[in-house]
């Protein structure tokens, strides 16, 4: 794990953040900065920087999650479809270089903003929705 990794500290307990799954290898939690209501990330709990980065079997398991996440977030806010994002590089928009999934809640008529223009959401707001969301896990 890294030391200053954000994403480390809330795997290591150290950082808040609105818990949706956890095993041995996998933790999913809400992104602060939700493109829509139940936007959530998957993450590996080993420091992996990218999809370069990661070995196979933990990409795998990654993405096993990620399924299972998807259709729970997409049942808890009856979303009409569900964005899958991955990024990985600055040039690719990667901000925190630990390997994340967006899982995003897609609703018929209403775009997606840049994640650049997102603004931080209440963490009662976000312990709410990973409640709804971990019913359908």
Do not use: W
Not at 48 to 67: G, K, M, N
Not at 83 to 102: P, Y
């Amino acid at each position: 794990m890294s030391e200053s990794c954000i994403f480390c500290k809330i795997v290591r307990k150290e950082a808040p953040a609105a818990v949706v799954y956890e095993d041995e290898q996998i933790l999913a939690f809400m992104d602060i900065r939700p493109v829509s209501e139940g936007h959530t990330l998957v993450i590996p709990k080993q420091h992996c920087e990218d999809i370069f980065d990661t070995p196979q079997d933990l990409l795998a398991a990654t993405h096993r999650v990620t399924q299972k996440i998807a259709s729970a977030a997409k049942k808890a806010t009856n979303a009409d479809g569900i964005s899958i994002v991955q990024q990985n590089g600055v040039a690719a928009g990667q901000d925190i270089f630990h390997l994340h999934v967006h899982i995003i809640p897609r609703f018929q008529g209403r775009p997606m903003p840049r994640f650049e223009d997102l603004t931080v959401v209440d963490r009662e707001v976000l312990n709410r929705t990973a409640e709804r969301v971990k019913q359908y896990v």
